[in-house]
């Protein structure tokens, strides 16, 4: 089968960078366009990149030359890395033109016609797409949550669904990865935890799990009715953001019965064998040291999730401790897997 033309926004930075790299090769999706600032524009993508993922730059995309974000584009599919500071308008006026804009980027996550996906967890909520075409007049955006929310969402699914969340508390420790190239002075991070990250970090875990974890009813999105407190740490890891999650249950429910609900989660990927989909979504890991980084980050392609050490806590009911990979599962691995649950339910054009 032929595979569809895509094209990559923020083609150059960290997050297009890995939406270059997982789609080298992917057997539905082919990138023939790349774009990004008007300092790359004109050049040729080898040029205009500093290529800093592990392995060569792929060749099929080596020789593109590099275009402006705002277009034309042959595509009608565009994956967007763009920073926020940019994505806004630019995602907006192409969903105009209409394009469909697959983005990583923060900026229509809560939109009030804007899918907030993770495929395993929410797929009904792109009922809303119908509406948002109204609005744009054909084309639209689907996004995909913060790098830590798509750990978070994943290990609170099952449970929200088996016994029902009441509050949860997180503390995240986020790889170097997360703050792009340079990123973080190596002087500020050496020897040290920094807590805080910027960019409203901590708001967004706070807020968007209970779009996800919501409801779409009457054309109108119903956040799930719990509490989330959250803090957060940048760390010297390189990639995978770790999470040490409590969690109270409206039906109160053991480690075993947690472990049970988190190993046995599937979803709507895993059943229709979605290119980027793992085949298990959640890794109950045994043992009390994991998951780590580096130990766990990469399996199933790193589009799985690790949960482990799920235990009984003092204060709350349950606690446990996650790992997702930031910049796949939690960045291009994601919006690439959303891509995929449109193309088969029939929304791309």
């Not at 599919?77 to 697959?102: K, M, N, P, T, Y």
């Not at 002075?185 to 990250?197: E, L």
Request: aromatic fraction near 4%; proline fraction near 5%.
């Amino acid at each position: 089968m032929a595979r569809r033309p895509v094209a990559v926004l923020g083609a150059t930075g960290a997050v297009g960078q890995r939406f270059i790299q997982l789609l080298d090769r992917h057997s539905g999706f082919e990138v023939v366009e790349v774009a990004a600032s008007d300092r790359s524009a004109g050049k040729r993508y080898r040029d205009a990149c500093n290529w800093r993922l592990s392995g060569d730059m792929p060749e099929a995309v080596a020789d593109l030359i590099v275009g402006g974000c705002d277009g034309p584009f042959r595509a009608n599919l565009l994956f967007s890395g763009l920073d926020s500071s940019v994505a806004g308008e630019i995602e907006s006026r192409l969903s105009r033109q209409g394009a469909v804009v697959v983005s990583n980027s923060r900026n229509h996550r809560m939109d009030d016609d804007v899918p907030l996906l993770i495929p395993e967890v929410n797929p009904g909520h792109l009922a809303v797409i119908s509406l948002q075409r109204k609005r744009t007049g054909g084309g639209y955006i689907v996004t995909n949550p913060n790098c830590s929310v798509v750990g978070f969402a994943m290990a609170l699914a099952p449970l929200h669904r088996a016994f029902g969340v009441e509050a949860a508390v997180v503390a995240t420790l986020q790889a170097l990865s997360g703050a792009g190239y340079p990123g973080v002075a190596s002087m500020d991070i050496a020897d040290n935890v920094i807590p805080f990250i910027g960019g409203g970090e901590e708001e967004k875990i706070e807020i968007e799990p209970k779009k996800i974890l919501g409801a779409f009813k009457d054309g109108v999105f119903v956040p799930a009715d719990f509490t989330i407190s959250a803090a957060v740490h940048r760390v010297g890891v390189t990639d995978g953001h770790t999470m040490a999650i409590f969690v109270r249950l409206r039906k109160k429910a053991s480690p075993e019965e947690a472990m049970r609900a988190l190993a046995d989660f599937r979803g709507e990927p895993q059943e229709r064998r979605l290119h980027s989909a793992p085949s298990r979504p959640i890794h109950v890991l045994e043992g009390e040291n994991r998951p780590q980084p580096r130990l766990d980050r990469d399996r199933e392609g790193s589009m799985a999730i690790s949960v482990g050490r799920v235990r009984k806590d003092a204060v709350f009911d349950l606690k446990l401790e996650a790992l997702v990979h930031n910049t796949i599962r939690g960045a291009a691995g994601a919006a690439i897997l959303n891509a995929e649950l449109l193309e088969a339910r029939g929304l791309l054009p």
